[in-house]
């Protein structure tokens, strides 16, 4: 599976619009970039996946460069409960032999402050 | 959408027996589901894939003889943590598709 980078942390403001970078420069074409966060103690919640077109759901938004190497999830409008460790990840998709088969790395642990 | 329910929540048992722990895919039927542990402040490491009908495959470095598991039907993944010891306490995550259970936290005590 392709690896992803993203930055340790970030901070953002109550009320504002949140955007988590993801690089992976190494994507396949036929792989997907998925976006969980996890709470504290909690199992990784989906958010949102894409595999060539921008994506939004009543979550997030998903922005995907046209040469799929990066890409930014974009909360529009963080809350306090958005603090979570976020990650990007790039898997195969449905109906592939390796659906649902993820690879974690490190995250970005987001904080929203007041 | 998709729901994947996990059971227990937490549990703590004594060293030296064993624990077992539900994956139940709820809305869906899932041939193959995965098993993740998690130790504290670290990410999530895929352990093993479930596949129903046959045999585990375990990652690299993981006890085939230890973490057993059993995917009886298409909703249903169990593992079982056998002779627990206290370095095996970790928050043990399953998953199906692309969705996640709400994990179980084991303390060995």
């Known amino acids: 599976d392709a690896k992803t980078t993203q930055p340790t942390s970030m901070d953002c403001a109550e009320g504002r619009a949140a955007n988590l970078p993801c690089n992976h420069s190494?994507?396949?074409?036929?792989?997907?970039v998925y976006w969980y966060r996890q709470i504290h103690s909690q199992g990784p919640q989906y958010i949102i996946h894409?595999?060539?077109n921008n994506e939004t759901n009543e979550m997030a938004s998903l922005i995907i460069t046209e040469d799929r190497k990066s890409s930014t999830l974009i909360l529009p409008h963080a809350t306090l409960r958005d603090t979570a460790v976020y990650y990007c990840?790039?898997?195969?998709?449905?109906?592939?032999?390796?659906?649902?088969?993820?690879?974690f790395g490190q995250g970005t642990i987001l904080t929203v402050h007041p | 959408g998709a729901v994947v329910s996990q059971h227990p929540s937490w549990v703590i048992c004594k060293s030296g027996t064993s624990v077992k722990i539900e994956c139940r895919s709820l809305?869906?039927?899932?041939?193959?589901m995965f098993w993740y542990r998690q130790f504290p402040k670290q990410s999530l490491m895929l352990m093993a894939t479930?596949?129903?009908?046959?045999?585990?495959?375990?990652e690299q470095g993981v006890e085939k003889d230890k973490f057993l598991i059993n995917h009886a039907s298409l909703t249903l993944s169990t593992l079982t943590v056998t002779s627990a010891h206290p370095e095996d306490s970790s928050f043990y995550i399953c998953?199906?598709?692309?969705?996640f259970g709400q994990g179980t936290r084991l303390t060995v005590v």
């Open positions: 998953s199906a598709r692309a969705f």
């Open positions: 190494t994507i396949s074409g036929n792989e997907y």
């Open positions: 894409g595999l060539k």
């Open positions: 990840i790039v898997g195969g998709g449905a109906g592939g032999t390796s659906y649902g088969k993820l690879t």
């Open positions: 809305d869906f039927q899932a041939t193959t």
């Open positions: 479930s596949n129903e009908g046959s045999k585990a495959t375990y």
